[in-house]
């Protein structure tokens, strides 16, 4: 995520140096490498601690340190003992005898997690169970940031991260967009929202200003006051919701609590920056979701051939502005499609 801050490991065992070089060589490459950096800090740790029975990293020792990870799926074991055997193959180059792991004795991908699939009715629920929180020294808009949290991942399909990234000045009043910039694999896209969803964000702006709290364009939109002022974590938010589902017994079929993510997998209205989406939206009052109305009944031929400008001016990766005609031809032909079933009814 831009602007997010570098994890930055500590290495204190035999390995550190060769750690240290492996990162930062990883890192002068282009990549971000943190969750690498992490499971490295892991096994360096594990090599401290366990120094008088492991003098180096061999066969018995990474057996061991890989039992300290039986608590996590299969998958995510695969993928951190992958990390330490490119860690090994990059040892190897200047430690020719230096030990590496078979990659076959390694567990297999676990199957990716069903999302849960939330109703109107449970989303209805969660914003009245939302609206009775109580704010508190470090959250005084909780209520307010809270049911926006809830509208926005569930309408929009935005990310966790890409939520909490968003701040006010991101907000376009007169247009009711919202631009999400260099998310996954660094794409951008524009994301039109209607107008009782702008209702719900202006409601929010509306208590930000009669308690007077921070206003200005770069404060987090899901915004608490701790440390000085600053976005909620993905986890304060989860540890926020999770009352509120436990509240409305929102459970899974294994009987667990639906991840936050899951929100998004009911939104049907993913923009993507060089075709802009006409699937549903839903439409939001104090009691929840009323009803669904399409995108296209609220944007004009013309409003939505302007946003697709915007939206290509936002463009990244091999989503191109040359790819602008096309979608604008296809937006086009849908209106014109449409208004010619409208005439002969």
């Keep these: 995520m831009t602007g997010a801050s570098v994890f930055i490991p500590i290495f204190s065992s035999r390995l550190a140096p060769v750690f240290a070089r492996y990162v930062d060589l990883k890192r002068a490459l282009g990549r971000r490498f943190d969750l690498p950096a992490r499971t490295l800090q892991s096994l360096d740790r594990f090599l401290c601690d366990q120094s008088a029975k492991y003098p180096d990293l061999n066969a018995a020792a990474f057996q061991s340190w890989r039992h300290t990870h039986e608590h996590v799926a299969s998958g995510v074991r695969r993928v951190r003992m992958l990390e330490v055997c490119s860690f090994c193959l990059y040892r190897r180059r200047t430690e020719p005898q230096c030990f590496v792991p078979e990659p076959s004795s390694f567990p297999p991908y676990h199957q990716r997690l069903k999302p849960y699939i939330f109703s109107e009715a449970e989303v209805a629920m969660l914003l009245r169970a939302a609206s009775g ?144 989406s006409t699937h549903a939206t839903a439409t939001w009052n104090d009691g929840g979701c009323q009803s669904a109305s399409g995108w296209r009944t609220r944007h004009s031929p013309e409003d939505r051939y302007r946003l697709l400008r915007k939206a290509s001016s936002l463009s990244s990766g091999r989503y191109r502005p040359a790819a602008l005609p096309f979608a604008i031809g296809v937006v086009l032909a849908r209106a014109f499609s449409l208004s010619a079933r409208s005439a002969s009814r």
């Design 133 to 276: 929180l109580k704010p508190n020294p470090s959250s005084p808009l909780r209520p307010e940031v809270i049911r926006l949290a809830i509208v926005l991942l569930f309408t929009t399909g935005m990310r966790r991260g890409e939520l909490l990234s968003l701040t006010l000045g991101d907000y376009n009043r007169r247009e009711s967009t919202l631009p999400i910039r260099e998310t996954k694999f660094f794409k951008s896209r524009l994301l039109p929202i209607n107008g009782s969803i702008a209702d719900e964000m202006e409601r929010c702006l509306r208590a930000r200003a009669q308690r007077k709290r921070p206003v200005s364009s770069d404060t987090a939109l899901i915004w608490n006051a701790s440390r000085g002022g600053r976005a909620y974590s993905g986890t304060s938010l989860q540890l926020c919701l999770r009352p509120l589902l436990q509240k409305c017994g929102i459970v899974t079929s294994k009987g667990k609590l639906p991840r936050i993510h899951d929100l998004r997998h009911y939104a049907e209205f993913r923009t993507m920056p060089s075709k802009l």
